[in-house]
């Protein structure tokens, strides 16, 4: 008589192999993202943001914070956020328009901060009373700019930033843009708001991922680049209507540039989610667009006249930042005009070196 020979039947057995099968494909993956590097993904300490050579006017009395003295750590304490009026208080020196310099020493950058924006009051808030005095500790030449989409219609996070920085430029020469999410609130002072030759992912670990960075090529949340840089790269793409990768198309363009993707360590890069509402994606398949980015990079963007058609409803310097309302226009009625025009052109092995190294 044979040994006990355990039988599957039916929905049983599907399950049992189906199981087995997803193990595999899981290990698989696990062992394909050990082996997997990310070559243009480095992790650099907030000292080598001031490097004194790549300053065209270095001077003895160069701003000088004290990393020690910053290295503390901010919690959000989410139902104790300011009125406007209190913020403002507590910031006599922030002049109209959310603009403030050191006036003992020379800022080694001159900094815009982009918040793109809709309908988020109190994530504002407590962003406000947060980066204004972390800005300030940090001796840096700042000015915010909330970019405002104007109406109810679909969200354009990445043609937001585009509008930013193009309104921030003619108001002056920044040296260095950040691009911020507004419900992200940084926990480290020493997270220096600066740009280097590359790109700077400022976001290492947020508490809504559990303090992990979600993958190596990630660059969401708050990304510091060069006007240079970004002009370079074309700015962010233009076609994501909705919530979804945007960020990675804009990952994209900075390695296809050769930039390399920086970011603090850890203990440092550490932020904050505020909770709220996720908008729904345009497409129910979010990650079509993305695969198309190689071709339509270098034309969607900056550069692109259609794209980038959009009207300034009011510029107005508000007392802790200058407010740029727009209307960005919205999608196509057919999504399927956007996919006939930017087909896919990268394969599935490329897509699986993105997302798991």
């Known amino acids: 008589m044979r040994g006990n020979v355990t039988k599957c039947h039916g929905f049983m057995c599907v399950r049992y192999f189906a199981i087995r099968i997803l193990f595999v494909i899981y290990l698989g993956l696990v062992i394909f993202a050990l082996f997997n590097r990310c070559n243009h993904c480095v992790v650099t300490p907030p000292e080598s943001l001031m490097d004194k050579s790549k ?19 901010y919690e959000v304490v989410q139902d104790e956020a300011a009125t406007f009026e209190a913020i403002s208080a507590a910031n006599p020196q922030v ?49 915010i700019f909330l970019v405002e989409q104007s109406g109810t219609g679909l969200f ?5 930033f585009n509008v ?11 040296d260095c843009i950040v691009f911020h999410d507004v419900d992200l609130i940084p ?9 280097n030759d590359h ?3 400022l976001v290492t670990a947020a508490d809504h991922h559990r303090f992990h960075l979600r993958y190596y090529n990630y660059a969401g949340g708050v990304v510091a680049v060069s006007s240079h840089n970004f002009k370079r790269i074309n700015g962010f793409a233009n076609i994501y209507w909705g919530w979804g990768n945007e960020d990675d198309d804009f990952s994209s363009r900075m390695t296809a540039s050769n930039m390399l993707l920086t970011r603090p360590p850890t203990a440092i890069g550490r932020y904050h989610s505020v909770p709220h509402m ?18 339509r990079w270098k034309s969607d963007g900056l550069n692109d006249p259609v794209g980038m058609a959009y009207t300034v409803l009011e510029t107005k310097e508000m ?22 025009t930017h087909p896919e052109d990268v394969s599935i092995w490329w897509f699986l070196t993105y997302f798991y190294p």
């Open 55 to 73: 300053v065209k006017d270095w001077t003895d009395n160069m701003c000088k914070p004290d990393l020690q003295k910053l290295g503390v750590h």
């Open 95 to 143: 002049k109209s328009g959310g603009k403030w310099a050191p006036s003992h020493c020379k800022p080694w950058q001159k900094v815009a901060l982009i918040l793109c924006y809709r309908d988020r009051v109190w994530p504002l808030q407590l962003f406000l009373q947060r980066i204004h005095p972390m800005l300030q500790a940090q001796m840096l030449d700042y000015q």
């Open 156 to 160: 354009n996070r990445g043609k937001l």
């Open 164 to 174: 930013g920085y193009l309104e921030a430029m003619k108001q002056g020469p920044f």
């Open 187 to 195: 926990e480290d002072d020493r997270n220096l708001y600066m740009c």
């Open 199 to 201: 790109a700077r992912h």
């Open 278 to 295: 996720k908008i729904s994606r345009f497409s129910k398949s979010g990650n079509s667009l993305f695969l198309g980015w190689r071709r």
């Open 319 to 340: 007392p802790l930042f200058t407010r740029v309302l727009v209307d960005v226009g919205g999608p196509p009625d057919n999504m399927d005009d956007i996919r006939r």
